[in-house]
């Protein structure tokens, strides 16, 4: 480098340091402390609103996912709850109640009556079914060749309930049929039609035979407790009963998903998940009452997914209503200084 381009670069560095220097100088005057707090308050205020926004992607997004998993939820209870009604059972309501069960399943059937009208459902059930299984009983070689029992085509039909027709088709014997724990109503049965005999519980047969009047009476061999447990035990599987567990499917899920946000400290994402799974859980004891109240699955997945749903929207709402408490008072405040300022002038 010459000599002159030497001085060149000199002074233009001095000129260059010059400039600096009372450009740093009027930055004293320029720039208070007041001015780079300020600025500091503001870049706070935007993290805040950053993370306030991520905040509430996350739980856009998190509603979504967690009404899809506690939908999932109570739809598997809904599955693992279902009861699979006897055959026999079944066969029973659809004989008994034709047209019923041409509209209704059991199940419904069963939820649409009140206490006293399942009394007389239940009643109807137990008494067909008492036919079925002791028509079975004739004709599993009860009776000699070539005869066989068959119920009443009606369910109404006056006088007996099942008749035993001969080789040649003829009506060998007619039976009436009493499943009931009273002596007193096979008596009156029989006094009602007493040319046809009475086939009627074991319970009813041991008290008749204490008080030797079995005439034209015979023990079926069915029990009258076990019948009626055996109805009482398939119409009780039919309810949707209260189930304090909580919600696997959904916890493991919202678990997953909370544990895998890279951008949380293990802290956090912990009481993100607890948060959740909490919300989670109390919707779904929610949905489960209203459908153990109201016996419909539906209402009750209806019911879970709604609440976790107002619960977001209320919560975004909250948030909303406070932040405008918090403007408010700074407003009151300010006017309260300009109105103290003006008092002074």
């Not at 509603?63 to 079944?90: K, N």
């Not at 066989?148 to 049929?177: K, M, R």
């Not at 993100?272 to 779904?284: D, E, M, V």
């Amino acid at each position: 480098m010459g000599k002159s381009e030497l001085i060149k670069s000199v002074l233009a560095s001095a000129a260059m340091s010059a400039s600096d220097f009372v450009r740093d100088v009027a930055s004293y005057g320029m720039f208070s402390g007041d001015d780079i707090r300020r600025k500091k308050s503001q870049i706070d205020e935007q993290a805040k609103e950053y993370e306030t926004l991520n905040r509430r992607i996350r739980e856009k997004r998190h509603r979504l996912t967690d009404c899809i998993f506690l939908g999932g939820d109570v739809l598997t209870d809904m599955i693992s709850q279902s009861y699979d009604i006897p055959g026999d059972v079944l066969e029973a309501y659809q004989t008994v109640y034709p047209d019923l069960a041409a509209a209704k399943s059991f199940q419904d059937a069963v939820n649409s009556y009140d206490e006293n009208q399942l009394t007389g459902f239940i009643s109807s059930i137990k008494g067909k079914l008492f036919e079925m299984q002791y028509a079975d009983h004739l004709n599993s070689g009860v009776l000699p060749e070539g005869y066989y029992a068959e119920l009443a085509h009606s369910v109404t039909q006056p006088g007996w309930d099942i008749e035993v027709v001969g080789p040649d088709g003829h009506i060998a014997d007619l039976i009436q049929t009493k499943a009931t724990d009273s002596a007193q109503y096979v008596l009156e049965a029989l006094h009602r039609y007493p040319d046809i005999d009475v086939v009627t519980t074991g319970e009813v047969y041991s008290q008749l035979v204490m008080q030797d009047m079995t005439e034209r009476i015979t023990d079926s061999g069915i029990s009258n407790d076990v019948i009626t447990d055996y109805v009482n035990d398939t119409i009780d599987g039919t309810s949707i009963h209260m189930d304090w567990s909580p919600p696997l499917i959904s916890l493991a899920l919202i678990a997953f998903t909370a544990y895998s946000m890279e951008n949380l400290s293990l802290y956090e994402k912990s009481a993100h998940f607890g948060t959740r799974a909490g919300k989670s859980y109390l919707c779904y004891l929610l949905g489960k009452g209203a459908a153990v109240f109201t016996q419909s699955w539906p209402l009750g997945l209806a019911v879970s997914l709604v609440s976790r749903y107002l619960a977001v929207k209320g919560k975004a709402q909250r948030d909303v209503y406070l932040r405008l408490c918090e403007i408010e008072q700074t407003n009151d405040k300010i006017i309260g200084r300009l109105e103290s300022h003006l008092s002074k002038i």
